[in-house]
């Protein structure tokens, strides 16, 4: 469902801007990022989508857009190597080093980024990079980040992620609600700013 309704809100975007500026072209871009779990925040403890569930999330979301919407999403195996260094602990460091050792560099640029390179220092360690970036963790387990102090609660933490999981509304910055959409409507005279209005609007129901 969330799936098919970032393509069904890029479709209204669509629709508004072209009520508004008749017999000009309009242009959505819908961009979907693919879920990595970060430290010290609620999905902390939640394992990333496997490539193939992601392959077919995009392909879905491909095969859904209409003429005038323009989707961009990322890389995969670049996906796939965040979530695991993501979530990685002390031994991550002799992986990162042998992986800078045989080339890797500027890995967040797609052109640079070689997938044999880090997978093959993973190897050499005996580490498996889907250890770290799949699989659900119990919130009670000790995470590597532990022994830094984030000044953050981590059972304030575990209480959103039930929070959220039961559909409900995290109450960060005392219950302030937080719903973004990344949008953008490539035409002039302040096509802009009507689309403002109009996540501003939707995003009040939440």
Known sequence: ADVDGLVDLAHEIHAVGRRVHRGRKV?????????????????????QDRMDELRRKQDRIAARVRRGVRFKHHDLHTTFMEGALSRGDR?????????????????????????????D?????????????YGDWDPARRLPWDVIDSRVNKKWLALELKRALAEGTLSISDALRVFSIRAMVAVKEGGEQIVSDMLMQRTSNF
């Open 27 to 47: 242009e959505v871009t819908l961009s979907a990022s693919s879920f990595v779990p970060k430290p010290v925040t609620p999905f902390q403890w939640l394992g």
């Open 121 to 133: 220092a993973f190897r050499a360690e005996g580490l498996g990079p889907g250890t770290y970036a």
């Open 91 to 119: 031994r991550l460091g002799r992986v990162i080093e042998r992986a800078f050792r045989a080339g890797a560099r500027f890995d967040g640029w797609q052109e640079h980024f070689r997938l044999d390179v880090w997978l």
